[in-house]
Nanobody, 124 residues
Framework: QVQLVESGGGLVQAGGSLRLSCAAS????????MGWFRQAPGKEREFVGC????????LYGVSVKGRFTISRDNAKNTVSLQMNSLKPEDTAVYYC?????????????????WGQGTQVTVSS
């Protein structure tokens, strides 16, 4: 069982930056690929990015590529999402997720554990 707790959400103006963090429980964090997803009101959950267990392979969603950066620290059981050049359309609840596999995936259904989510609001 893995428990995930996100932090770092908030309100920011367009063009600004935020950094989200996700702390994971468990003793084998490096065996879990980690993903970030987001969900805006009335929309489906959207893939933001993911990283494999070692942190060497990262994949980003088309809408955030070049603006967002994922990193993980296996010694601290954390994964972060640095968000730059934020746009109003980035407004959503952001979720951290973990897989029981170390292979990264962009699919919601491939993730076994989810955090409670943190709100990110970007004003124009």
């Amino acid at each position: 069982q893995v428990q995930l707790v996100e932090s770092g959400g908030g309100l920011v103006q367009a063009g600004g930056s935020l950094r989200l963090s996700c702390a994971a429980s468990g003793r084998t964090f490096s065996s879990n690929a980690m993903g970030w997803f987001r969900q805006a009101p009335g929309k489906e959950r959207e893939f933001v990015g993911c990283v494999d267990g070692s942190g060497s392979v990262v994949l980003y969603g088309v809408s955030v590529k070049g603006r967002f950066t994922i990193s993980r620290d296996n010694a601290k059981n954390t994964v972060s999402l640095q968000m730059n050049s934020l746009k109003p359309e980035d407004t959503a609840v952001y979720y951290c997720a973990a897989r029981r596999s170390s292979y990264r995936s962009s699919r919601v259904l491939d993730y076994d554990y989810w955090g409670q989510g943190t709100q990110v609001t970007v004003s124009s």
